[in-house]
């Protein structure tokens, strides 16, 4: 009977250790994932959004706040974690220059209490311009206006 007891509680001690270690690795390893998801679907929804007629027409770069948006909340729902909840908030979209500020909170839905760990991004889409499109195009066009008279 000695044995039997010891045996059942070591057993339920390594039952309890393994979900101990699953639960914090399940949050230390999920912040890093958190981030480099929020980071690549960013950039890609950055990019998809891209107002290629603006660029066109006046050589920079805008982006497509709706089109960010649906972009990236597609790209996002696509590669979530199926275990856990997020929270997604945008909080500043700048369509020119293309700033955008993400944030994104998840918790894991196996876990007793709810522990959020949240996510921050910041992004800037920069482009190397070897001129300043609109200004060198006024001054074009001034400088014929003027030449013209």
Do not use: C, H, W
Request: proline share 1%; glycine share 4%.
């Amino acid at each position: 009977m000695n044995k039997a007891m010891l045996t059942v509680g070591l057993i339920m001690l390594a039952i309890v250790t393994f979900f101990l270690i699953n639960v914090v690795q399940n949050y230390s390893t999920g912040g890093d994932l958190d981030y480099y998801l929020l980071k690549e679907t960013t950039e890609s929804a950055m990019v998809d959004a891209v107002d290629e007629g603006y660029y066109q027409d006046s050589g920079l770069i805008r982006v497509d706040k709706e089109r960010f948006v649906e972009s990236f909340v597609r790209r996002f729902a696509n590669t979530i974690d199926q275990n856990k909840n997020y929270k997604i908030n945008f909080y500043d979209i700048n369509e020119t220059p293309p700033k955008v500020s993400v944030r994104v909170s998840s918790s894991n839905s196996a876990t007793f209490k709810d522990i959020d760990i949240t996510t921050s991004l910041n992004a800037v889409l920069e482009a190397n311009y070897k001129e300043d499109y609109i200004t060198s195009k006024r001054l074009r066009d001034r400088v014929l206006t003027i030449q013209n008279k």
